[in-house]
């Protein structure tokens, strides 16, 4: 599973592609407006850092709008996707821009048949939110499944990647995983708590303090 940090702050994104795992990024208006700046200049910033897919949200609301932003979005570097909001411009607009080669990701995917319909369109990336379908009673991944499981039944369909968004825990990322998602798109912090376990920390103890009785640095 490729792995998406769900981020617009430079250190976040800098410290994880430090690690060697990161594949892309996706932002967010509500991303971008925390670090105090605009979707062109932040994902030029990011696309310096990370080799990999990043996706720039559009603002406009109707489809013409979206293309001429997803246009201007797209050239500004090569790995750069379009994000559209799912609704029936979104799709307008998808179909135009994948025609031009250029990668949609449509976001706010709530159900199978927004996804069936994104992917339909030439969607690249559909992404589904888990998190806020479990926040309302419903179960995210239940629907990630059944998505994954309509796009695999057509050959049609089988470009459209799926991200699994909108992500709470690390539980999330791994039944993402179980299911054979395409990729996650992860928030730091959740990137953080996967890394680590106390019997790991634990164990890095007791073989630091080991280490100091082997180099003589406290005596026997
Ligand atoms: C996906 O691309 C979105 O940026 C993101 O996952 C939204 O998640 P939220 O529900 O935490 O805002």
Redesign the pocket.
């Known amino acids: 599973m490729k792995i998406f940090i769900?981020t617009a702050n430079l250190d976040m994104i800098r410290e994880i592609n430090s690690w060697g795992i990161l594949d892309g990024v996706?932002?967010?208006p509500?991303?971008i407006a925390k670090e105090n700046t605009d979707t062109p200049t932040r994902v030029r910033e990011i696309a310096k850092i990370v080799d990999g897919p990043i996706?720039a949200e559009c603002m406009a609301t109707d489809w013409e709008q979206m293309v001429t932003e997803g246009e201007k979005l797209a050239a500004i570097h090569p790995n750069i996707n379009v994000?559209l909001p799912m609704c029936v411009d979104s799709l307008k607009a998808t179909k135009i821009l994948a025609d031009k080669g250029i990668r949609v990701?449509m976001?706010l995917i709530f159900s199978s048949s927004q996804a069936l319909l994104a992917a339909k369109a030439g969607a690249r990336y559909v992404?589904p939110?888990i998190?806020?379908l479990d926040d309302i009673g419903a179960h995210g991944t239940d629907t990630l499944a059944e998505i994954l499981q309509i796009l695999r039944n057509y050959d049609q369909l089988s470009d459209t990647e799926v991200?699994a968004?909108?992500?709470?825990n690390p539980t999330h990322v791994l039944e993402a995983a179980e299911l054979g998602c395409d990729i996650a798109?992860i928030?730091y912090n959740i990137l953080k708590l996967m890394v680590s376990h106390p019997k790991t920390d634990e164990g890095i103890a007791k073989f630091k303090a080991g280490n100091q009785y082997i180099i003589g640095i406290i005596p026997k």
Do not use: Y
Request: net charge positive.
């Open positions: 769900d996706t932002t967010n509500s991303l996706s994000k990701n976001t992404s939110f998190g806020r991200i968004a909108s992500i709470r798109t928030p």
